[in-house]
């Protein structure tokens, strides 16, 4: 059984940075990318970066210069760094991984694609 926990979300200022942490467990980290989510209050689910099982790294446009995703497979955690942060940038984040049978395939940004979830953290930004 796949799980995540999501970590490292709160409350901070425009301008400010957080580190969002995922943890997982139940398989083979390394083997599989994953990918960042977030959802805003009244708005749906969207992409926000992803990494895939080798560390190429994908971005919506609106996290690009401002967020980095990262993964240490040794502690099979999934990373998302997030500077300047903005008050539209308030939401809630999870992160997700791919069913089994898309081992060491890269990511996809859409959220079909992922069928495991963590329960999300609370990101807010105040202006």
């Known amino acids: 059984q796949v799980q995540l926990v999501e970590s490292g979300g709160g409350l901070v200022q425009a301008g400010d940075s957080l580190r969002l942490s995922c943890a997982a467990s139940?398989?083979?980290?390394?083997?599989?990318?994953m990918g960042w989510f977030r959802q805003a209050p009244g708005n749906e689910r969207e992409f926000v970066a992803a990494i895939s099982w080798n560390g190429n790294t994908y971005y919506t446009d609106s996290a690009k210069g401002r967020f980095t995703i990262s993964r240490d497979n040794a502690k099979s955690t999934v990373y998302l760094q997030l500077n300047s942060l903005k008050p539209e940038d308030t939401a809630v984040y999870y992160c997700?991984?791919?069913?089994?049978?898309?081992?060491?395939?890269?990511?996809?940004?859409?959220?079909?694609?992922?069928?495991?979830w963590g329960q999300g953290t609370q990101v807010t930004v105040s202006s």
């Open positions: 997700a991984a791919p069913d089994g049978q898309n081992r060491l395939q890269d990511p996809v940004p859409v959220g079909g694609w992922y069928v495991y």
């Open positions: 139940g398989r083979t980290f390394s083997l599989y990318s």
